[in-house]
């Protein structure tokens, strides 16, 4: 079984920093791209990041020069950097990968629990 935990988000005020973290366990054969999407009351669900496996990156505009993606292959892990948050960073983060199970040779895309990231004075 493939599961996704992500950690790191939190309250912080504008113009601070936060960091999440995705790990991903259980029997697994090969990750391919790893990415960030965010969700906001009231709103759909957006991709914020991505980082393939050569460690090429994608961002939203929004996030551009601010927020920064990045993988440890060798621990299954992805990361989100976010500096300089504005509240309408304010949002339900999750974390998304595209695993090849190890047991079934499965490809599938996983997503973690989701964690909270509030930006407020």
């Known amino acids: 079984q493939v599961q996704l935990v992500e950690s790191g988000g939190g309250w912080v005020q504008p113009g601070g920093s936060l960091r999440l973290s995705c790990a991903a366990s259980?029997?697994?054969?090969?990750?391919?791209?790893m990415g960030w999407y965010r969700q906001a009351p009231g709103k759909q669900r957006e991709l914020v990041a991505t980082?393939?496996?050569?460690?090429?990156?994608a961002y939203v505009d929004s996030v551009k020069g601010r927020f920064t993606i990045s993988r440890v292959n060798a621990k299954n892990t992805v990361y989100l950097q976010m500096n300089t948050l504005k509240p309408e960073d304010t949002a339900v983060y999750y974390c998304?990968?595209?695993?090849?199970?190890?047991?079934?040779?499965?490809?599938?895309?996983?997503w973690g629990q989701g964690t909270q990231v509030t930006v407020s004075s």
């Open positions: 998304n990968a595209h695993i090849v199970a190890g047991t079934t040779w499965a490809a599938n895309d996983y």
């Open positions: 980082i393939t496996r050569g460690d090429s990156t």
């Open positions: 259980g029997s697994i054969f090969s990750i391919n791209e």
